[in-house]
Nanobody, 117 residues
């Protein structure tokens, strides 16, 4: 069974940086498109950034130029480097995986990111 485990969340001041990581176990990582979503209190879950198995990336407009998604297929890991964090980035961040040739998808348990002065 595929499992996704996130790490790296925490409390940071506005303008600061955090790096989130998500490790996959139980699956062939290179066969998955990966993404990070987030959900703030009272809001719907939204896509933050995605990366295909081949390394093509896409970003929400709100994070373009500040966040960078990357993957290491040898380590079964997808990361999200978050710079210039803003108060509005406060949310629970979720790792998401979807098989490239199949609709099956999986979610991590989430990691809290709080941006506060």
């Amino acid at each position: 069974q595929v499992q996704l485990v996130e790490s790296g969340g925490g409390l940071v001041q506005p303008g600061g940086s955090l790096r989130l990581s998500c490790v996959m176990t139980g699956g062939s990582f290179s066969n998955f498109n990966m993404a990070w979503y987030r959900q703030a209190p009272g809001k719907q879950r939204e896509l933050v950034a995605g990366i295909t198995g081949g390394g093509i990336t896409n970003y929400a407009d709100s994070v373009k130029g500040r966040f960078t998604i990357s993957r290491d297929n040898a380590k079964n890991t997808v990361s999200l480097q978050m710079n210039s964090l803003q108060l509005e980035d406060t949310a629970v961040y979720y790792c998401y995986a979807r098989l490239i040739y199949d609709p099956r998808n999986f979610w991590g348990q989430g990691t809290q990111v709080t941006v506060s002065s």
